[in-house]
């Protein structure tokens, strides 16, 4: 607030004869001067620190002491102000208070929450408020009460999944003398991987044993329990059920393996993306060529990384990884890893076949694609050069083959005619030509083939024939 001449000011203004108030303002311990503002209130503060304001914490809620019975919950509340604004610290029995499953800070660590309250969180909680000005601490005391009169937890508690949305508990009724103190019950319920902070709470009447969640995720895992509430706090939680919703399983998870020694493998993967996808992941390994499996290792739906030691030194080892959920397992992705590599490997691929990276793989692969190529590039000269050499040799015999054919001449042609028979008058005479080939140079010794070629004349041209 700034006075009359312009610096902040906070003193305890007093009213004059005429009832209004008055001021005197100060810098640097001098009077400055008196004002007098009628529409001043009483009891107004008001001080001046000349041209920078400052002030200790002062608190404007402090914590409360309560007293809280196991698997109940508290809170504590510590509101303080100062210039500049101070900053809250809490501590536990003297000591840094942590946060943690069951312990929250919130609200800019003004808000203190303890739920699930087991003997352990009995202490005493101090609240710390500190500026460059000053510190102040306010503190509050949190007593476990006696759970003799408080009801028993609830018992066999199930989930059964109704739909890809829907879920069904049911627990047993307890005895009539137990129901009687009972006033309800309330289900927690949380994604699995979820904190604690994201739990959701239903209330059910006392006269009710079963209960539907509905307007759930489809194929999703949920973790519930179940507490029984009397006029003095909650009961102990029942057992905890793991149960998904339907609508398939979890998908193929990708996983990667590191060589830490020769004898140890790393391996670590990718958590779904959100929460309840996957109820928890199976691990197993195999020597190869060895087709027993080893294992497998239960993991937790938040856990992506795990060791496996003791393997033989230079061996190659099959590592197969598969989540699951309440519908059934993942398709398995698997990975083939040698000891005697130094580092990186290859990611598996989403269908469980390894995408390898080894160089003596490659360097093999990329030889046998050399050696094909040089085979069928030997393979196309060789049928070039068959068929150029074919074609050649059929060419020069035939050549000479014409060349030394002789056509019987003057008798032999009559004789030939004599032995084919006179054709008729006005018939077409053919006459038959014998081609006796002569023997090659190069032909081998024996007797050669005859062949007879028909040579057809028109009637014009030969004598005697009839004309129309």
Not at 153 to 160: E, H, I, M, N, Y
Not at 177 to 187: C, K, N
Not at 190 to 208: I, M, N
């Amino acid at each position: 607030m700034q006075g009359p001449w312009g610096y902040p000011v906070l003193s305890i203004c007093k009213a004059n004869s005429a009832g209004h108030r008055a001021i005197t303002a100060s810098h640097n311990a001098s009077v400055l001067g008196t004002a007098v503002w009628p529409s001043i209130q009483p009891l107004t503060v008001l001080v001046l620190f000349g041209d920078r304001q400052k002030a200790p914490p002062e608190f404007l809620q402090w914590p409360q002491s309560v007293s809280k019975p196991a698997g109940g919950s508290a809170v504590f509340t510590c509101v303080a102000q100062g210039v500049p604004e101070p900053h809250l610290i809490w501590l536990k029995n003297g000591k840094v208070l942590t946060p943690g499953d069951n312990v929250k800070l919130t609200n800019n660590n003004s808000t203190l929450a303890v739920t699930r309250i087991t003997s352990e969180d009995e202490a005493i909680y101090q609240c710390i408020a500190e500026n460059s000005a000053g510190t102040n601490q306010a503190s509050a005391r949190l007593a476990v009460a006696l759970a003799k009169d408080l009801p028993d937890a609830p018992q066999d508690l199930k989930a059964v999944p109704l739909s890809s949305t829907a879920l069904q508990l049911i627990w047993a009724q307890p005895p009539a003398e137990i129901t009687d103190g009972i006033i309800g019950y309330v289900l927690h319920i949380r994604k699995l991987g979820e904190p604690d902070g994201k739990e959701l709470q239903e209330a059910v009447s006392k006269t009710t044993f079963q209960h539907d969640f509905t307007t759930l995720e489809p194929a999703t895992t949920y973790s519930i329990y179940l507490k029984a509430y009397s006029p003095l706090g909650a009961s102990q939680q029942s057992n905890t059920v793991i149960t998904t919703t339907l609508g398939g399983v979890p998908a193929a998870p990708s996983f990667f393996t590191k060589v830490v020694n020769s004898t140890a493998v790393q391996v670590y993967w990718e958590l779904p993306g959100k929460a309840g996808k996957v109820q928890g992941f199976r691990l197993s390994y195999r020597k190869v060529p060895q087709s027993e499996l080893q294992g497998p290792y239960l993991l937790e739906s938040h856990v992506n990384t795990y060791t496996i030691a003791r393997l033989e030194p230079g061996a190659v080892y099959e590592l197969q990884l598969v989540g699951y959920n309440g519908n059934g397992d993942s398709n398995c992705s698997k990975r083939l890893v040698s000891l005697a590599e130094d580092g990186t490997s290859a990611k598996t691929s989403s269908d469980g076949e390894t995408q390898c990276n080894c160089r003596q793989g490659g360097e093999g692969s990329m030889a046998g694609i050399v050696v094909g190529i040089h085979i069928g590039m030997a393979c196309i000269i060789f049928c070039v050069l068959f068929l150029m050499f074919g074609y050649r040799r059929s060419f020069f015999c035939r050549k000479g083959t014409q060349d030394s054919w002789s056509v019987p001449q003057g008798d032999e042609a009559g004789h030939l005619g004599q032995r084919n028979g006179i054709p008729k008058e006005g018939v077409v005479r053919t006459e038959a030509i014998e081609l006796v080939p002569q023997r090659c140079d190069s032909a081998t010794q024996g007797t050669a083939g005859q062949c007879q070629v028909m040579i057809e004349q028109h009637p014009s041209s030969l004598p005697g024939s009839a004309t129309s």
